[in-house]
């Protein structure tokens, strides 16, 4: 894979395969107007990553729908390509592709930028690549299930929050989805076979079933729909059945185009068409986002002084642990082995050290943030912990 050469190729081009190898960079032209107009409106010319990535973050949180998305889309491109790629080398040969694992991985930048939290200082790449790696191996773990289950064992197992949220990705009107959901509470509360093993194997409710389905579902669309409409039939409950279960394999493994694919250069419409907003962008927008970088950069020093003191109090053994494992990249069983000592112990000392570093992060960033610890902010500085502890590991004079 060949290096992109300069901010406008880093943030406008998206890696293209063939079959399952990387045969270059397609730039999107609407993405390289926008970048260029956007350089072009600088009083002075900015070649920072950080700088551009705060400047399209900025503008994504903004407004979602903007190009900034499709900017970071492009940034994250080798962040996606090495989840994949290392997630593809952990399972059997044939049964994934890099390409089909990139395009699989590559639809959840939304992801990425809605748990990104740039004011406490951590790189966009390196939070990236800790989400990608989790939702490919979760999108794989699901593919799985949902291809051994039957329609009917799917129905069974999903949640109804999952359900909805199928429907809408299908742009099904809220009306539709009513419908959908109410038969699939009725089929849930009649259907419950009584099947000790092969349960995956679920097969289609009898007559029986069918129809007690129907009735309950004719009764209660007078008090649970806001438009009742007319009776349904069997056949047309399990038509609608039957069509929730394909859309619901269609969001837990969504069949991916490519989202690397040119679009050449026939795009319609002007720079001030597509992005109107940056008309207004004027040189304070400009200092006020380079005042943010310098501050996210600040905050990042900070912590990192926060956990390198924290490491420093470790007692020599656990700091040799954790040296061991990030280092030099060794399992635990081989850290054991180097030092002499049970396999679980290496465990519990290594789990031990690193929830002593996350509780110092969190009481950190509670005190000098003022953010509310929650679970989702507690997993999200669990992630940066774990990528700080990779980099800081990294680095030459610490091997």
Not at 36 to 46: G, I, V, Y
Not at 214 to 226: G, I, P, V
């Amino acid at each position: 894979m060949r290096p992109r050469q300069g901010i406008t190729e880093l943030f406008t081009t998206f890696l293209q395969f063939d079959a399952d190898r990387v045969i270059g960079w397609a730039s999107d032209a609407k993405l390289r107007r926008n970048m260029l107009n956007s350089q072009a409106r600088l009083s002075e010319p900015e070649n920072s990553d950080n700088f551009w990535v705060a400047f399209w973050y900025k503008l994504w949180h903004e407004k979602p729908e903007s190009l900034g998305r499709g900017h970071l889309s492009a940034y994250l491109q080798e962040v996606c390509y090495w989840a994949a790629h290392k997630t593809v080398a952990s399972f059997s040969p044939g049964q994934n592709t890099l390409s089909d694992c990139f395009q699989m991985v590559a639809t959840r930048t939304d992801k990425v930028l809605k748990g990104f939290k740039p004011e406490m200082g951590f790189n966009l790449k390196n939070y990236a690549s800790a989400i990608f790696s989790s939702e490919i191996k979760e999108m794989l773990r699901q593919q799985n299930e949902v291809d051994i289950c039957t329609d009917w064992r799917l129905l069974r197992k999903i949640t109804q929050k999952r359900l909805v949220e199928s429907l809408q990705n299908v742009a099904l009107n809220p009306d539709i989805i009513e419908r959908y959901v109410l038969a699939w509470k009725c089929y849930q509360s009649l259907y419950a076979p009584q099947q000790p093993t092969n349960t995956r194997k679920l097969t289609r409710p009898d007559d029986a079933t069918w129809k007690a389905i129907a009735q309950l579902y004719n009764f209660q669309r007078q008090t649970q729909l806001s438009q009742p409409g007319a009776e349904s039939s069997i056949e047309t409950i399990e038509k609608w059945l039957l069509a929730c279960a394909k859309a619901i394999r269609a969001y837990l493994y969504p069949n991916v185009n490519s989202l690397n694919a040119p679009k050449g250069e026939d795009d319609s419409g002007e720079f001030q068409d597509f992005l109107p907003q940056l008309q207004q962008e004027s040189l304070l927008t400009e200092v006020i986002a380079q005042e943010e970088l310098l501050e996210r950069q600040s905050k990042q020093s900070q912590i990192s002084t926060v956990l390198i003191a924290s490491l420093n109090e470790l007692d020599p053994e656990a700091q040799n642990i954790i040296k061991l494992y990030y280092s030099q990249g060794l399992t635990q069983q081989q850290i054991a082995q180097e030092l002499g000592v049970k396999q679980y112990t290496v465990s519990r000392r290594l789990g031990k050290s690193k929830d002593t570093l996350l509780l110092k992060l969190a009481t950190w960033t509670k005190e000098s943030l003022h953010i509310s610890l929650d679970s989702l902010v507690l997993s999200y500085i669990s992630t940066t912990l774990e990528e700080w502890l990779k980099v800081h590991y990294s680095r030459p004079s610490l091997q």
